[in-house]
T-cell receptor, first 116, second 112 residues
Framework: EAGVAQSPRYKIIEKRQSVAFWCNPISGHATLYWYQQILGQGPKLLIQFQNNGVVDDSQLPKDRFSAERLKGVDSTLKIQPAKLEDSAVYLC??????????????FGPGTRLLVL | AQKVTQAQTEISVVEKEDVTLDCVYETRDTTYYLFWYKQPPSGELVFLIRRNSFDEQNEISGRYSWNFQKSTSSFNFTITASQVVDSAVYFCALRGYSTLTFGKGTMLLVSP
């Protein structure tokens, strides 16, 4: 079974530029999460989708970050404009709904963003 | 609010030593789940184990074992006979009725 896919793996941009990350969850997983992981810290949830609806976006800086999951499968996270403090790894995760494994989130390889 | 504390920032051991990674959690939720993830240098978070709050049985999987004690709100992780490939950052995480909360991680360095 294929895992969570993310692209690109690395991105370097200058501040005030925009950037977008893509995620494709494990097949059949209805719930998708975006996390931000700053160096030396644990991941912090930015947004959670179930199918194509937002479940929790309370930690998403909505003045510059946006995310969508239009068809309930893959998702895009965008930052516009980027700030220096956005330099981090952006992780996508997915989980199933129902069944014994629904509480476990499976993570992709992440996108390492450096803002100069 | 829920909180996960991993007091050990970095641990260095020599190959074949046993090592225990500590995790202490706080939650007011009566039902919750605890997790351990491994993050090697490649960056991907690899799921290791999930334990629910009403199952305090310890678990062993190969060289890995987990000790869950509700009385002390701890969920410690032991690697027996450590190997160089075990070098990574290990995260303990908690999910109650809200989001998954991670600790800050413990970096384990296993030298040959």
């Amino acid at each position: 079974e294929a895992g969570v896919a993310q692209s690109p793996r690395y991105k370097i941009i200058e501040k005030r530029q925009s950037v977008a990350f893509w995620c494709n969850p494990i097949s059949g997983h209805a719930t998708l999460y975006w996390y931000q992981q700053i160096l030396g810290q644990g991941p912090k949830l930015l947004i959670q989708f179930q199918n194509n609806g937002v479940v929790d976006d309370s930690q998403l800086p909505k003045d510059r970050f946006s995310a969508e999951r239009l068809k309930g499968v893959d998702s895009t996270l965008k930052i516009q404009p980027a700030k220096l403090e956005d330099s981090a790894v952006y992780l996508c995760a997915s989980s199933s709904v129902g069944g014994g494994d629904q509480e476990t989130q499976y993570f992709g390889p992440g996108t390492r963003l450096l803002v100069l | 609010a829920q909180k996960v504390t991993q007091a050990q920032t970095e641990i260095s051991v020599v190959e074949k030593e046993d090592v225990t990674l500590d995790c202490v959690y706080e939650t007011r939720d009566t039902t919750y789940y605890l997790f351990w993830y491994k993050q090697p240098p490649s960056g991907e978070l690899v799921f290791l184990i999930r334990r629910n709050s009403f199952d305090e049985q310890n678990e062993i999987s190969g060289r890995y074992s987990w000790n869950f004690q509700k009385s002390t709100s701890s969920f410690n992780f032991t690697i027996t006979a450590s190997q160089v490939v075990d070098s990574a950052v290990y995260f303990c995480a908690l999910r109650g009725y809200s989001t998954l909360t991670f600790g800050k991680g413990t970096m384990l360095l296993v030298s040959p």
